[in-house]
């Protein structure tokens, strides 16, 4: 979505310049926390470390400790799509997560990866031959199938994200010209509220596409 934003860049879209903008912000506060860390933690850096402990234990809880490995991979996931979805919040700045490009490149660096997790964990032929299924008369209809499917996850994590983003700009755009007082800050929560949904299914969906993807293939077979 390109509209509404108060930074501009010659040549340079408006989605990509606010996601400059939000990398740059998050670099620098993320440095300043580290900086400043403390043993007897205070309710910011509590905050941050419950958040952190809620991945780790979901990550855990799919994978068990083999999880740990992805929690760079989710938790920059979350900062990235909760920071991008909460820029709608501020006045004369655009939603990153508003245009498809970005959920695209986020969905299909989810996709890359998961699909490199199984082919690491159990071979390019193992994991090939998880997509023919377990009955090998049915492997040249399940096969299609299952390639489809993997396929339509990319666009099931992007226009998910994108829609429901794009979505929540207009509900606000909208009511902020039928009635520009009260309606807009029912508006703006109901932003806020889905900005932390859709970061969380977002992020769970990859949790589950990476530990399907690693688990043993004879306890096939699960779809998303």
């Known amino acids: 979505m390109e509209h509404g934003s108060i930074i501009k860049i010659v040549g340079i879209p408006d989605h990509v310049t606010m996601t400059w903008l939000m990398m740059a912000v998050v670099l620098v506060f993320a440095y300043i926390l580290g900086k400043n860390l403390k043993k007897f933690p205070d309710r910011v850096q509590y905050v941050f470390e419950a958040l952190t402990s809620f991945i780790v234990y979901t990550l855990e809880d799919a994978m ?10 989710i938790s920059g996931l979350a900062v990235f799509i909760l920071c991008g979805n909460l820029m709608g919040l501020i006045p004369g700045f655009t939603q ?52 489809v499917s993997h ?19 207009m509900v606000v755009l909208v009511a902020l010209m039928l009635v520009p007082f009260l309606v807009p800050v029912a508006g703006e929560f109901i932003v ?3 900005s932390f949904l859709q970061t969380f299914i977002f992020c769970i969906l990859t949790v589950v596409y990476i ?14």
Request: proline share 6%; hydrophobic share 45%.
């Open 64 to 73: 068990g400790s083999y999880g740990r490995k992805f929690f760079p991979l």
């Open 96 to 147: 990153p997560t508003a245009n498809l490009n970005t959920t695209l490149a986020l969905a299909i660096i989810s996709f890359l990866v998961y699909n490199y997790e199984g082919i690491k964990k159990h071979g390019l032929i193992n994991y090939i031959k998880h997509f023919a299924g377990p009955v090998p008369w049915m492997a040249p209809i399940m096969f299609p199938i299952e390639v």
């Open 151 to 169: 396929i339509s996850r990319i666009l099931s994590l992007s226009f998910r994200l994108f829609g429901n983003m794009f979505g929540d700009e």
């Open 192 to 194: 806020f509220a889905n």
């Open 211 to 224: 530990a399907t993807a690693i688990e043993e293939h004879e306890e096939e077979h699960v779809g998303y």
